[in-house]
């Protein structure tokens, strides 16, 4: 079988998480070559089977910066989006109300996609977090204001949680320029909302990828507001403590059957991650596992 782009990927970030990426040598150099070997010249995008072609860029590249390496040609297909006008009409087209969990693998794709490949400066990102800033939902502290609620705060399109599972992906890039969220004690207020009416579904018979984006989510907003502290607290012990649940009972069935796939397995290694650094004491490991989501803003 010929690599594929997210396995490939998702390989390179769980070596990356348990510290053992190779950080010299050949072995480092063929990492980069077949990370870059995706890249169609063309466009410079990164095409992948199972996501919008933004998503599989903002994927490589952002796996590519793990390895202090860039793609080999310029993102093309993105670069009408250098513009103002452009970069505004391409997030307000966005489907905030009905798809906003999938629209933001490319609202805040684009962000990586540009960023990580030096292909926007300063003036550009600050256009991208103005326009996050007056479009942060003042109920819910969500995105996108209009497309969550309506008349009497009724939720309208997908359920509430679907609309955190795609803030989270516009908080890791707020994260990584060190941003304020806009409102962060109604984003605390909707986050425990939620868990308190069991609208939070957790992985219970395969990986669901939810611990990671609500653990992430729940943690960079308490960073920034001491808001109801002490729930918030309790509802990261014990959503990460089902989440060890979960992990140990995996690990117990046959081997062929823990994950899927790489892509699967590499978001259960970064839940994991984030859940050792947020509970220590419930971890026990013979190493500390690194959070991607430190170091580039895309996952």
């Not at 348990?18 to 063309?42: C, H, I, M, N």
């Not at 490589?60 to 040609?73: G, I, M, N």
């Not at 959503?239 to 140990?248: C, M």
């Not at 081997?255 to 994991?272: P, Q, S």
């Amino acid at each position: 079988m010929s690599a594929d782009l997210y396995g490939t990927a998702d390989a390179a970030i769980i070596l990356y998480t348990l510290g053992e990426l190779p950080e010299v040598g050949q072995e480092r150099q063929d990492w980069v070559k077949t990370l870059q070997s995706f890249q169609d010249e063309a466009s410079g995008l990164f095409p992948g089977a199972g996501h919008h072609a933004i998503h599989g860029t903002a994927f490589v590249v952002s796996t590519l910066e793990l390895l202090d390496a860039k793609p080999l040609y310029p993102i093309t297909g993105l670069h009408h989006l250098k513009r103002r006008d452009e970069l505004i009409s391409f997030m307000e087209t966005l489907n905030w109300q009905d798809q906003p969990w999938s629209e933001s693998q490319k609202g805040a794709g684009i962000y990586a996609s540009l960023v990580l490949s030096d292909s926007v400066n300063a003036e550009w990102e600050k256009w991208y977090f103005n326009w996050l800033w007056e479009q942060a939902d003042p109920e819910t502290g969500l995105w996108r204001k209009g497309a969550i609620t309506g008349e009497a705060a009724v939720v309208r399109g997908v359920p509430l949680f679907h609309h955190l599972a795609g803030s989270f992906h516009y908080l890791f890039n707020l994260d990584y320029r060190k941003k304020r969220i806009r409102y962060p004690e109604k984003l605390v207020d909707t986050c425990l909302g939620l868990y308190g009416e069991g609208q939070l579904p957790l992985s219970t018979e395969s990986f669901s990828f939810y611990e990671l984006d609500w653990l992430y989510s729940f943690l960079s907003v308490m960073n920034q507001t001491e808001h109801r502290g002490k729930e918030c607290k309790a509802m990261v012990k014990d959503i990460g403590e089902q989440f060890l649940q979960f992990v140990a009972r995996m690990a117990e069935g046959p081997d062929e059957e823990v994950y899927e796939d790489l892509h699967t397995l590499c978001g259960a290694v970064c839940a994991l991650a984030i859940v050792q650094s947020s509970l220590p004491e419930q971890v026990e490991s013979d190493r500390q596992l690194r959070k991607v989501l430190d170091r580039r803003p895309f996952i």
